[in-house]
């Protein structure tokens, strides 16, 4: 699998840098022209694990090559106050200058926040990167204080380029994933999005879910960062599935 991402969805672009991209290129005549990126499907933490269990180098350049990518990307979308809100697409150029809101005009959402997701995994399968914490701290916790303050509650499901709230809705699956991210780096913050998230659990007999019973990403974002370490549950004690021993019963 990891041999197929290299080969058909990861580009050399003219610059030098290798960039991950969302859909394989056509073909040669692909080098000189603008691609769309999707900056959540970034995951330096995976790429170093590839490049061990491969021995293909270019796995290491990748992740070297993604945070040169995402620190131009942060100079791209610096907004009102120095709030950096990651887009959802971005247009990566000849160049190698990024161009925002090439979808739909800058949107801040539904992609956008699982970038925080992979970035807090480079941290901790990584045994730590400066890098990455540095993006969650100077980053991230500003754009969540900004929307918040914006929307006198809870983080909007989509923001603009200086985190100004677009929507007046939240999600629990963003904030339970802005939670795990900040866990350690911004304890606070965590807190307060952990806060954000719990308020959506809900019960229905034997079933519990976030906000809706039906909503399949929302849950499956929530529950899985919900999973690590202890949190506010509304319920009685929380079972930790990722904790159970091989040899422990099942519950």
């Given at each position: ?52 269990e491969t021995g293909n180098r270019r796995w290491g350049k990748l992740a070297q090559d993604t945070y040169r990518q995402l620190e131009r990307l942060c100079e791209a979308t610096l907004g009102e ?159 930790n599935l990722g904790g159970r021993r091989s040899d422990q019963p099942e519950e």
């Open positions: 699998v990891a041999d197929g991402i290299m080969t058909k969805a990861v580009h050399l672009h003219p610059n030098g840098e290798l960039v991950l991209l969302p859909w394989p290129l056509a073909g040669g005549r692909d080098q000189e022209r603008e691609i769309l990126l999707n900056p959540s499907y970034f995951s330096p933490g995976h790429y170093r694990i590839f490049e061990v106050g120095g709030v950096v809100a990651s887009p959802d697409w971005v247009l990566l150029q000849t160049d190698g200058g990024l161009c925002t809101g090439p979808v739909g005009g800058y949107v801040s959402g539904w992609d956008a926040f699982r970038l925080w997701w992979r970035l807090r995994l480079d941290i901790d399968l990584g045994g730590g990167n400066r890098r990455a914490e540095d993006y969650i701290t100077r980053r991230l916790v500003p754009f969540l204080e900004k929307s918040m303050q914006e929307s006198g509650g809870d983080v909007a499901s989509e923001s603009d380029k200086s985190g100004m709230p677009r929507v007046k809705y939240s999600n629990a699956g963003m904030a339970a994933v802005y939670r795990w991210a900040a866990r350690d780096l911004a304890p606070s913050m965590s807190r307060t999005m952990e806060r954000q998230a719990v308020r959506r659990l809900q019960r229905d007999g034997e079933y519990m879910f976030f906000q809706d019973r039906d909503a399949y990403s929302t849950n499956s974002w929530a529950w899985f960062a919900m999973l690590e370490g202890d949190f506010l549950f509304p319920f009685g004690k929380f079972y």
